[in-house]
């Protein structure tokens, strides 16, 4: 199954510098592989990003190919083109 998400972003008056974000989620049988797009000249506003996970109980995750802690079903992380997140599927 494979999902795409989109976000648009812009500068606070409205005018001016304006940012894409587009997260393409993979699932497989054993995780979730999710990739981050930025298009755009607005910056992102944040320093770290929270991911939630909703319908699986995470065991491992992994941004960039490094290895972050996952607590609670949620990590916190800087932005990131690639993150793969191992654990198990509650839902179908």
């Known amino acids: 199954m494979k999902i795409v998400l989109k976000l648009y972003s812009h500068s606070p008056m409205g005018y001016g510098k304006s ?3 587009k997260f393409r989620m993979v699932r497989f049988e054993d995780g979730i592989e999710i990739f981050w797009e930025q298009q755009g000249e ?3 506003p944040y320093q770290t990003v929270k991911i939630q996970l909703h319908g699986m109980e995470a065991k491992a995750a992994w941004v ?6 996952c607590q609670e079903n ?3 992380t800087e932005q990131f083109p690639q993150m793969y997140v191992a654990g198990e599927f509650k839902i179908d």
């Open 74 to 76: 949620y990590l916190i």
């Open 42 to 44: 607005y910056a992102f």
């Open 19 to 21: 940012r894409l974000d």
């Open 64 to 69: 960039n190919g490094n290895s972050v802690d």
